[in-house]
């Protein structure tokens, strides 16, 4: 699987200094045959094992002259021992408040954190940063999270982003330089997920009748997903629509207050079907194939790889408004809705519903999954980044 792949190579990573990791790019590099003047080092941070997305982004490093490797400790990182040009690829830069209980402690790690990358740059390291969310999804330290966020855009090299929106939406809270950004849109999950398992197969193996007008609420069980709200409004939803729904809602809790929240609010729900776990990599497609149209009520964000996900196997999905450009090319069967005006979320549903019916809408959407499949968007993410380095 995987997110299991991805774990091996992160705990590879963690046993071999950053010196080691070098060499070992280098020579691999070389074995591959690519030229050693154009060759590229690339450390990221942090390694995310569950989440496949740095797995799929990197797949074409090789094939384009970079070699990829994790740092779990920035302190590590220093220039490198072989003559190759490095980068630092950061992600979810929220992980520099991991065990910060108070704002001044934040303010002291993010402080920490900008003083790093400054000691980076003078050592001529390239930063690049991809900015995958306006700010974290569970940000404690707003002020704080702001801050770091607005420093790392000032000091980094290069800034991808994955919605062209990204630079409008940032400049609520943090400016972000045009000139240093490039476009590479979030990759389907096209060949990354089993994907054997037919409609009707999956329908049969959950319990849901040909029927049943099913929906799928996909990720881990936080706040910001807004699975709350949406189950809350759940009798106004079906009123709206004139029918009977069921309802799959599948991830990881969070936390446990969080989740006796949603113990409750399904309690009296015999429609809504929870499994609250971790769901592996080839359950994901029985979810995903049994549902009529995926949903996304969040009340914000940038990309969601749920939606990639969704239009991977072929199902129509429901995100806020300001989601929408970033899956450019699946208006198909991407539908969005006005956080702010609940009554918007349950026309968005009907629309997804009306187009979950045309076979069309599957095949447009697994056609721009084929289309945007992690090989080809990796291979994008690497020329562009040769462009400007």
Not at 38 to 61: C, G, I, S
Not at 64 to 70: D, M, P, Q, R
């Amino acid at each position: 699987m995987v997110a299991e792949t991805h774990s091996n190579r992160a705990i590879l990573d963690a046993e071999r200094t950053f010196d080691e990791a070098c060499v070992d790019a280098k020579l691999s590099l070389f074995a591959k045959g690519v030229n050693l003047e154009e060759a590229h080092l690339l450390a990221y941070y942090p390694p995310v094992q569950r989440n496949p997305y740095q797995n799929m982004l990197y797949t074409a490093a090789f094939e384009k002259g970079f070699a990829c490797f994790s740092v779990a400790d920035l302190d590590d990182i220093g220039s490198p021992p072989v003559d190759a040009p490095l980068g630092v690829h950061y992600h979810w830069v929220h992980k520099v408040f991991a065990g910060a209980e108070t704002s001044r402690e934040a303010e002291r790690m993010a402080s920490r954190f900008l003083d790093t990358l400054d000691a980076q740059k003078d050592a001529g390291i390239k930063i690049i940063w991809t900015i995958h969310n306006l700010l974290s999804h569970s940000a404690r330290f707003i002020d704080e999270e702001i801050a770091l966020r607005a420093g790392l855009s000032d000091r980094a090299d290069f800034v991808h982003i994955m919605n062209p929106a990204t630079l409008e939406i940032c400049a609520r809270y943090y400016e972000v330089n045009a000139s240093k950004t490039f476009m590479v849109p979030h990759p389907s999950y096209f060949g990354v997920y089993g994907d054997y398992i037919s409609a009707d197969q999956a329908r049969f193996d959950l319990g849901i009748t040909p029927e049943d007008k099913t929906l799928l609420l996909f990720g881990s069980l936080a706040p910001h997903k807004g699975t709350r709200q949406f189950l809350h409004n759940l009798e106004a939803l079906e009123e709206t629509l004139g029918i009977r729904v069921r309802i799959l809602i599948a991830g990881q809790p969070v936390n446990a207050e969080y989740q006796e929240e949603i113990y409750a609010l399904v309690a009296d729900k015999p429609n809504v079907f929870l499994f609250e776990h971790h769901i592996d990599d080839q359950t994901v497609q029985r979810l995903f194939r049994a549902a009529d149209a995926v949903v996304c009520p969040y009340e914000t964000g940038l990309n969601s790889g749920v939606a990639a996900t969704a239009a991977t196997f072929g199902r129509p999905c429901v995100v806020p408004d300001i989601l929408v450009p970033a899956l450019v090319g699946a208006s198909a069967g991407i539908v969005g809705f006005n956080p702010s005006d609940p009554s918007s979320l349950s026309v968005a549903i009907g629309r997804a519903l009306e187009a979950s019916a045309n076979p069309a809408t599957e095949t447009a959407l697994i056609d721009w999954a084929k289309l945007h499949r992690p090989r080809v968007m990796s291979r994008a993410f690497f020329d562009a980044l040769r462009q400007r380095w």
